[in-house]
């Protein structure tokens, strides 16, 4: 799962480095990141929740029975995806007025946010049906082609961006504005988009073929334990609405920065960064939960439900304290990192252009601080979601999302060029307070679940990566790091040569740290991916 996530990442990490080719810094490219959010906004509000935290431990449960479940999934697959076609329908619909409350954009720019809309928001109904499609194999132990989907997403996504520079040019060599924007830009800049996502879901239609479970539309939901999934998922479904209310909100505070210019000059970021460097930044900070964080949560998600359902209380600690130790030799380690080679990574989805680079620099910077702490509120909460109880997450997404709100609005009082900046504090605000939250609600429903021994084990990560990241910091000022006119902000290569070097000498410095310190958990990470490396070098001779 790893293996496939980081392939998808590092597509992912191509894609964002040819949209920033396509329209950094324009307000078009702004304009679009507000509008390609809104899709993936929307299904989490409704439905994400429901599809990732519940379905899983009903449908192991359902896979016990003499029809591997058959009955259930069917009945269930036909429910989600007539509501996701409603739901989608519906949002297509409405487009005007949902673009309008979630974004602070007028005139033009407001028209412009509105086609892409059309082209993006048929995205719901696929991912729900990624979602859908992909719970049902994780429950069935068939996590690969759920980690792999996402790659064939970034190749078709990669494929259109380079279409649409070819057709229209790169936004260092034309001026894409709001006033010259094309209907023809739009086919190939949101098309494309979509139809990526279109590709991911699809495909596991064939891997959840192969399952043999002989699934087909099931209208008869009556009497058939959906009703006990319905009480849990509506847990589910107001933590989402609560949590992601807040992102709308965000979203709409975001825009502000954009919508304050005047023109719509291709060159507005050079004043005001907009959502195009907070998403940058975003995708860069969440990439390590992603990889390693999301992989081990999904396996021993389906591990805790078990736990839970056989009351094994004991086996349930102690997967939840092996995955957080684990997941923490990763994320501790890709914090300092992030902070260390905020520069260079901004660089890389700048576009070409410095000002570009920096603004994304200074938003990962600020967030690359909460990135561990992300992680771990991740995992605290997939335990309550193991045990079927979906009330405690509800109570503590309305706690954090009064945290989330409060620094959130606070930002919207910044002057307009300091205002992403101060949304992603408040991201690193809530990212830091979740953790505390979450394991106060858990240590009273589960016990000590070795609190003392994550906290040593996180204490020697830390340690370790703080020698790697001041090793990186005098790396990187060989090659210009802190000198405005330095190697690193001249172009996207000498960015990714920075990288290259630096990136490779902290990671060395980390474990080598690791093994003085006699961290055991590397041998988690590590072992697996070593035993296949083994086993496929074996296999060739």
């Given at each position: 799962?790893?293996?496939?996530?980081?392939?998808?990442?590092?597509?992912?990490?191509?894609?964002?480095?040819?949209?920033?080719?396509?329209?950094?810094?324009?307000?078009?490219?702004?304009?679009?990141?507000?509008?390609?959010?809104?899709?993936?906004?929307?299904?989490?509000?409704?439905?994400?929740?429901?599809?990732?935290?519940?379905?899983?431990?009903?449908?192991?449960?359902?896979?016990?029975?003499?029809?591997?479940?058959?009955?259930?999934?069917?009945?269930?697959?036909?429910?989600?995806?007539?509501?996701?076609?409603?739901?989608?329908?519906?949002?297509?619909?409405?487009?005007?007025?949902?673009?309008?409350?979630?974004?602070?954009?007028?005139?033009?720019?407001?028209?412009?946010?509105?086609?892409?809309?059309?082209?993006?928001?048929?995205?719901?109904?696929?991912?729900?049906?990624?979602?859908?499609?992909?719970?049902?194999?994780?429950?069935?132990?068939?996590?690969?082609?759920?980690?792999?989907?996402?790659?064939?997403?970034?190749?078709?996504?990669?494929?259109?961006?380079?279409?649409?520079?070819?057709?229209?040019?790169?936004?260092?060599?034309?001026?894409?504005?709001?006033?010259?924007?094309?209907?023809?830009?739009?086919?190939?800049?949101?098309?494309?988009?979509?139809?990526?996502?279109?590709?991911?879901?699809?495909?596991?239609?064939v891997p959840v073929h192969r399952l043999g479970l002989k699934l087909r539309p099931r209208f008869d939901w009556r009497d058939t334990g959906l009703g006990a999934t319905a009480r849990i998922a509506g847990w589910v479904m107001g933590t989402m609405v609560i949590g992601n209310l807040s992102f709308i909100v965000i979203l709409r505070i975001a825009t502000i920065p954009i919508a304050s210019m005047t023109g719509g000059g291709a060159d507005a970021d050079s004043v005001i960064p907009g959502p195009y460097a907070l998403n940058r930044a975003v995708e860069l900070y969440i990439m390590p939960h992603s990889i390693i964080a999301l992989?081990?949560?999904?396996?021993?998600?389906?591990?805790?439900?078990?736990?839970?359902?056989?009351?094994?209380?004991?086996?349930?600690?102690?997967?939840?304290?092996?995955?957080?130790?684990?997941?923490?030799?990763?994320?501790?380690?890709?914090?300092?990192?992030?902070?260390?080679?905020?520069?260079?990574?901004?660089?890389?989805?700048?576009?070409?252009?410095?000002?570009?680079?920096?603004?994304?620099?200074?938003?990962?910077?600020?967030?690359?601080?909460?990135?561990?702490?992300?992680?771990?509120?991740?995992?605290?909460?997939?335990?309550?979601?193991?045990?079927?109880?979906?009330?405690?997450?509800?109570?503590?997404?309305?706690?954090?999302?009064?945290?989330?709100?409060?620094?959130?609005?606070?930002?919207?009082?910044?002057?307009?060029?300091?205002?992403?900046?101060?949304?992603?504090?408040?991201?690193?605000?809530?990212?830091?307070?979740?953790?505390?939250?979450?394991?106060?609600?858990?240590?009273?429903?589960?016990?000590?679940?070795?609190?003392?021994?994550?906290?040593?084990?996180?204490?020697?990560?830390?340690?370790?990566?703080?020698?790697?990241?001041?090793?990186?910091?005098?790396?990187?000022?060989?090659?210009?790091?802190?000198?405005?006119?330095?190697?690193?902000?001249?172009?996207?290569?000498?960015?990714?040569?920075?990288?290259?070097?630096?990136?490779?000498?902290?990671?060395?410095?980390?474990?080598?740290?690791?093994?003085?310190?006699?961290?055991?958990?590397?041998?988690?990470?590590?072992?697996?991916?070593?035993?296949?490396?083994?086993?496929?070098?074996?296999?060739?001779?």
């Open positions: 799962m790893a293996v496939g996530t980081l392939v998808s990442r590092i597509l992912g990490f191509v894609k964002a480095i040819v949209l920033g080719i396509a329209v950094a810094g324009t307000t078009a490219g702004n304009i679009f990141e507000s509008s390609n959010y809104l899709p993936n906004l929307i299904f989490m509000l409704v439905a994400g929740g429901v599809f990732n935290a519940v379905l899983i431990p009903q449908i192991v449960k359902a896979s016990k029975q003499p029809d591997r479940g058959t009955d259930f999934i069917s009945r269930l697959l036909t429910l989600g995806i007539v509501g996701l076609f409603t739901l989608t329908a519906l949002v297509v619909i409405l487009v005007t007025p949902i673009t309008s409350l979630t974004t602070a954009y007028s005139g033009k720019d407001l028209e412009l946010a509105i086609t892409f809309g059309l082209f993006l928001l048929p995205q719901i109904f696929f991912y729900g049906l990624y979602s859908l499609l992909g719970q049902v194999l994780n429950a069935h132990n068939a996590f690969k082609a759920y980690a792999w989907a996402p790659v064939l997403n970034n190749v078709v996504a990669i494929a259109g961006l380079l279409m649409f520079i070819a057709v229209a040019g790169s936004s260092a060599t034309t001026e894409h504005t709001v006033d010259n924007w094309t209907s023809g830009q739009s086919w190939i800049l949101a098309g494309t988009a979509t139809l990526g996502i279109v590709v991911q879901s699809v495909i596991l239609l992989s081990i949560a999904t396996v021993m998600f389906t591990a805790m439900a078990r736990a839970a359902a056989a009351h094994d209380f004991s086996k349930l600690r102690s997967s939840l304290s092996g995955a957080l130790r684990t997941t923490g030799v990763a994320t501790v380690f890709a914090g300092v990192a992030l902070l260390v080679l905020s520069g260079p990574f901004g660089m890389l989805f700048g576009g070409n252009k410095e000002f570009a680079g920096r603004q994304i620099a200074i938003v990962l910077a600020i967030l690359a601080i909460g990135a561990p702490f992300y992680s771990i509120n991740f995992i605290l909460n997939r335990v309550f979601y193991a045990q079927e109880n979906a009330k405690t997450p509800f109570l503590i997404q309305c706690i954090m999302v009064v945290i989330g709100l409060g620094t959130a609005l606070l930002a919207a009082l910044l002057p307009p060029p300091l205002i992403i900046y101060g949304i992603a504090a408040s991201y690193t605000i809530s990212n830091l307070l979740g953790p505390l939250v979450s394991h106060l609600f858990l240590r009273a429903r589960l016990g000590d679940y070795g609190g003392g021994l994550i906290l040593r084990a996180h204490m020697r990560f830390l340690a370790a990566a703080l020698v790697s990241g001041l090793v990186g910091e005098l790396a990187l000022s060989f090659f210009g790091g802190s000198d405005p006119g330095g190697f690193m902000w001249h172009s996207i290569t000498a960015a990714a040569a920075t990288l290259a070097v630096v990136g490779t000498v902290m990671a060395v410095v980390y474990v080598i740290m690791l093994k003085v310190l006699r961290v055991r958990e590397l041998d988690d990470i590590t072992a697996p991916l070593l035993s296949k490396v083994r086993s496929r070098l074996s296999r060739s001779k």
